[in-house]
């Protein structure tokens, strides 16, 4: 069993708010130059101070994993113990295509093989086991946890295992089908300082955790709020209804699919116009990943995890949805607006 | 630029540059620095059915016996990842001339755009460019900066005329003392005369050699400039309508004493450039006569000059260069933009913050040939903020050469409102237009409706 190396933790609860620490080192500032010219040398030094976690090794994570490695994070920590398939090659650029180089290794450690290569000054490294299993504490190693391909009990499960810790574990998912994607994001409490012209004033944003967001009533929802987050929504519970695994779902069950949409439409009194079926056929029998978009969204979440740990730029909140067939990215905030007490 | 090929799933993969992170992805596979281009083929690795072709030729219309038309016709679409807009024209064209489509791109810091230009269905590329990047009104570069992008813009352009500009102009001279001379004499005008006193100055005075002359030096930029701005308009200065002269976004300077015990002013002794200056403060007579009159005067002062100085002698015009830290440029500028800060109070930057500043910024102040703005028939000074108004310009401040004809927070200014600009120019500005002169230069300073600085050319007024 392999176990992550010893870690530099986190003691204060807010990264941001904490002192980034020693310089980078000669060797770093060469490399990271053209980047420290964007965001600086500061938001350089966190990024090699922070700790990612990562599962499902698919083509979008790949790609996130590309941009924070190349970004120079301090280190990554890659699960997924499943076998190499056709279908991860179709999509995982980090795959070697010699067959005989991937036999007896996991995806998680094919990937962590090429991603040692794009920059060794990342420590990244692989563990073995069922995330869901593991305890609280286990989280506490991490600033960021991102993960993708996981069914609706597992987002809430590894969600609120990052919310129990005294310190802020950013939490990301991220699901690709067909040629369109989502991603979650939960920042807790956040605070950072917002550019505006000359000055710069003080935020502070409170995100819902993925359970508290799903469960904010439909119909109080604007009505242009992207369709994709109704269709992924109703493809997740049937899934989840089912017992079936991210992904495990065909042409077939899109009768018992448009089925369930007409139910939960019903008990959220939404108008079923809002998810068109089309949509829903797309995301039933387009479950393979489809590189240029895995490549868009690992952009943009490569982006919001480099914002998160550097406290530099706006943060996204908290649902983001891209599209190929229209090109749109959009951001939706969907959260409770009642304050609660 | 990448350019894929029909039929055969290849790519062809040309010119130098390739984005930051396919820089590092590639660059380990590559056997030396400098072939970044030869590490494409090793991409095909992921992928054993594409086929990829290096080449190392710039592309442009000098290599189009390289990039044929063969070479084009095959291309089913192109694709760019260029970082000049030069070589993105060229390809343009190319493209629509053999309808190919192309796939634009580019970034620029934390911001990027992709443009499809598609054949008959697309404008190209080339059809629309981006508006100039807005520069900051000289007026706020010069006087009234508030924030650290004036300070250093103002640095970045000081630089460029203390070391680049003016030596380079002392070179032009010394090369060719008598063409220099009758070209300035032809052009006869304000900006003739300005170029010849810089040449004269920077040949004429010491150059900054003992620690002594670079407090001088930095007294005369940091002290006594500021001096006389604040001598000229006070703290508690008002406009005519009554508000403070000194409200925002001005912000009122502090002039810096020179202190040993604060080490970000000894950076400027320590800076190793050569920078040729004189110890005092440049101040022009306030008489200002006839230019043709000064620069026959300048001309006869630089030729003693030429005469003293050593046979072959010139001066080595530097150039700006960012990214060489053994150089001491971006210290001088972050040092000049750091101090201007200070004196207005403004958050200094560190100098990896400057860099990337001053990187950004095309210094274009008092160097180019502006053009002109034409005001005829013998206006009067109402007429002529009326004209300006028209344009959407609230000219607040009238000038010719150094000399102030109206400034709108002076109550007694008002009396001069219908009385004509020449007139003006001959009694307040003591300007000796000569019978053969049809014609004088005023600068005006002016804001738009919502109060900012607003940079506009020279007015040239037609009095007969």
């Not at chain 1, 998912?173 to 409490?189: A, H, M, N, S, Y």
């Not at chain 2, 050593?310 to 530097?318: C, K």
Request: glycine share 4%; aromatic share 8%; proline share 6%.
């Amino acid at each position: 069993m392999e176990i992550t190396s010893v870690m530099k933790c986190c003691l204060k609860p807010n990264i941001y708010h904490q002192d980034p620490g020693e310089e980078l080192t000669e060797q770093e500032t060469a490399l990271y130059d053209r980047q420290i010219r964007v965001w600086g040398a500061d938001a350089q030094r966190r990024l090699s101070k922070s700790h990612i976690l990562v599962y499902g090794m698919k083509g979008t994570i790949t790609e996130f994993c590309k941009n924070i490695v190349l970004a120079g994070v301090g280190s990554l920590t890659l699960v997924d113990d499943r076998a190499v398939t056709e279908e991860a090659l179709s999509a995982n650029f980090l795959m070697p295509p010699d067959e005989n180089v991937c036999s007896g290794k996991t995806l998680a450690e094919l990937c962590r093989d090429s991603l040692n290569e794009f920059n060794p000054m990342v420590r990244v490294s692989v563990e073995k086991g069922d995330l869901t299993s593991f305890g609280v504490e286990f989280f506490d190693k991490f600033d960021v946890v991102v993960i993708s391909f996981c069914s609706l009990a597992t987002k809430k499960l590894i969600n609120e295992r990052c919310r129990k810790l005294s310190k802020r574990v950013s939490f990301y998912t991220v699901d690709c089908r067909d040629c369109c994607g989502e991603i979650f994001v939960d920042l807790q409490k956040y605070n950072y300082a917002m550019k505006k012209l000359d000055e710069t004033t003080e935020c502070e944003l409170q995100y819902p955790s993925f359970q508290e967001a799903i469960s904010v009533p439909w119909r109080s929802l604007p009505r242009r709020v992207s369709k994709l987050y109704f269709a992924m929504r109703v493809i997740e519970r049937f899934e989840e209804a089912e017992g079936r695994k991210p992904g495990e779902i065909c042409i077939e069950d899109l009768p018992a699919v448009l089925k369930l949409k007409k139910e939960i439409c019903e008990a959220q009194s939404l108008n079923e116009s809002h998810i068109p079926n089309a949509l829903l056929e797309r995301l039933v029998t387009g479950t393979r990943e489809f590189p240029p978009v895995c490549a868009i969204i690992g952009g943009i979440l490569g982006q919001e995890v480099i914002k998160a740990i550097s406290g530099k730029g706006d943060p996204l909140k908290n649902f983001f949805y891209f599209d190929s067939v229209d090109g749109k990215g959009i951001i939706e905030d969907i959260s409770d607006p009642t304050p609660k007490g | 630029m990448l350019k894929k090929r029909k039929n055969e799933g290849s790519t062809t993969v040309l010119g130098v540059h390739l984005c930051s992170c396919i820089r590092r992805l590639t660059s380990r596979f590559a056997s030396s620095p400098f072939s970044r281009i030869e590490t494409a083929p090793a991409t095909a690795l992921r992928n054993p059915r594409l086929k990829i072709e290096a080449l190392q030729n710039h592309v442009n219309a000098e290599t189009e016996n390289v990039f044929d038309d063969t070479f084009w016709e095959n291309l089913t679409v192109v694709v760019n990842a260029l970082d000049n807009v030069n070589a993105r024209l060229y390809g343009d064209q190319r493209c629509l001339y053999f309808q190919k489509p192309l796939l634009e791109s580019g970034t620029l810091g934390a911001k990027c755009n992709t443009q499809m230009v598609i054949p008959h269905l697309t404008e190209n590329y080339s059809a629309s460019r981006d508006p100039p990047e807005k520069q900051a009104p000289m007026c706020t570069v010069h006087s009234f900066p508030h924030n650290i992008h004036h300070c250093l813009t103002w640095a970045r352009s000081e630089f460029e005329g203390l070391v680049e500009k003016t030596p380079a102009e002392v070179n032009a001279y010394l090369s060719n003392p008598v063409d220099y001379t009758n070209a300035m004499i032809k052009a006869g005008e304000a900006q003739s005369r300005d170029t010849l006193e810089r040449v004269l100055e920077c040949l004429e005075k010491e150059k900054c050699e003992t620690f002594q002359d670079c407090i001088t030096w930095f007294e005369d930029y940091f002290a006594d400039r500021v001096k006389q701005l604040i001598f000229t308009f006070p703290e508690e200065a008002s406009t005519s309508t009554g508000a403070p002269f000194w409200s925002a976004p001005k912000r009122f300077p502090h002039p810096l004493q020179f202190s040993t015990a604060d080490p970000s002013h000894l950076h400027f002794p320590r800076e190793d450039v050569k920078i040729e200056t004189d110890g005092k403060a440049i101040t022009l007579s306030t008489a200002s006569v006839d230019d043709a009159v000064v620069i026959n005067e300048l001309i006869r002062k630089l030729e003693q000059c030429r005469h003293k100085a050593p046979p072959g002698y010139r001066m080595n015009p530097i150039q700006f260069e960012k990214d060489d830290d053994t150089n001491y440029h971006m210290d001088l500028i972050a040092g000049l933009a750091n101090m201007r800060a200070r004196n207005y109070s403004i958050p200094e930057v560190d100098k990896l913050k400057a860099k990337f500043i001053a990187g950004r910024i095309i210094p274009d102040m008092s160097w180019t040939v502006w053009d002109r703005w034409i005001l005829k028939d013998n206006p009067t000074l109402r007429e002529l903020l009326r004209w300006l108004k028209n344009k959407g310009l609230d000219a607040y401040s009238i000038s010719h050469g150094s000399c102030l004809l109206y400034n709108s927070m002076f109550p007694r200014h008002k009396d001069r409102m219908d009385r004509k600009m020449v007139d003006l120019v001959r009694e307040v500005a003591k300007a000796e237009l000569p019978p053969y002169r049809h014609h004088f230069d005023v600068v005006a300073a002016c804001e738009d409706d919502e109060g900012n600085d607003v940079d506009i050319p020279p007015v040239s007024i037609y009095f007969s």
